[in-house]
C-alpha cells in the first residue's frame, strides 16, 4: 500500500483568491494524471457565486516529490482528512472529470459515511459507476510508459504519435500510473451518492457515452440528468464554459426547489 506524508492544508487543494462571500464552494477534481492548472480559468468564468478549489494529488508539480497513491482507500482517508478542512459551511459542489468523477463521487459517499455535510450538488463528467469500458481502462496500468501513452492519447488527451523526452516522462508517468491503479483498486459496492448528481460526458466518448451515464439514475436520490457535448473523452477541453454555466442553473433550481 503506498502512502503519502502529511495532508496539509494549502498542499491538497489550491484557490485563486478564496472568497467568504461566494454562496457556494466547488471543489474540482482533475482527470487521471492531470493537475490544479487543468481547471485554472474555472475561477474566472464561473459565477461569482463559487468559489473554486482544485484538487492537487500527491506525485505531480509542486508535489512531484512525494509518491504517487496506488489504492483507493488510502488515497480516500487521506483527501477526506483534507477535504474536511476546507470546508467552512457553506453549501459546496463537487465536480470530477473522468478518473475525478470518480474520486469526486467516493468523496461524496465518504463525507456522509463521516457525519460530514453532503454536498448541494455532485456533478460527474465522462464516469459513472459500473461501466465496463472504464473497468477495462482501469487495467492499462500494466503496460508499458509507450502503451499506456497510446491508450491515453487515444482518448484525445494527446495527439496520436506524441514523443515525449526522457525527463517529462519521469515526472508524469508516475503519477499517470498511479491514478490508473486507483481507479482499478475500486470495488463497486452501489452506494448511492447523498445528493442530487447531474451527469455530463462527451456524444462520442468510447468510455462513458450518453448511455453509460444513465447509470447515475440508480446511484442517487435526485438524478438530474445527463447533459451530452460534441466530441469524445475529453469534451470538456471545448466546453467548459456550457458545463460552468449547466451547474450554475441546476444550482439555482435545487435552491428554488428549497
Known sequence: MTTTGTTRRARWFT?????????????????????APAYQSWAA????????????????????GETPFTEV???LDALLEAFEAELDGRPYVLFGHSFGGLLAYRLAVAAAWNGLPAP???????????LEPAADLARVSSMSDAELLARVAQLGLMAEGTTLDPATLASIMPALRGDFLVAGSLREDG????????????????????????????????FLGTAPFPDGHFYLFEHATAVQHSLNRHLRRLAARS
Not at 15 to 35: E, I
Not at 45 to 64: F, I
Not at 200 to 215: F, N, Q, R, V
Request: aromatic share 6%; proline share 15%; with cysteine.
Open 15 to 35: 484557490t485563486a483568491g478564496a472568497d467568504p462571500n461566494a454562496d457556494h464552494q466547488v471543489f474540482l477534481f482533475p482527470h487521471a494524471g492531470g493537475t
Open 45 to 64: 468564468t464561473l459565477p461569482s457565486t463559487m468559489e473554486v478549489r482544485t484538487l492537487q494529488l500527491p506525485g505531480r508539480q509542486e508535489r512531484l
Open 73 to 75: 482507500e488510502p488515497l
Open 120 to 130: 448541494a450538488l455532485l456533478a460527474v463528467s465522462a464516469w459513472a459507476p459500473g
Open 191 to 222: 452506494e448511492p451518492a447523498p445528493c442530487p448528481v447531474a451527469a455530463y460526458c462527451g456524444a462520442l466518448d468510447p468510455i462513458a457515452p450518453p448511455s453509460g451515464m444513465a447509470t447515475w439514475e440508480d446511484h442517487c436520490p435526485d
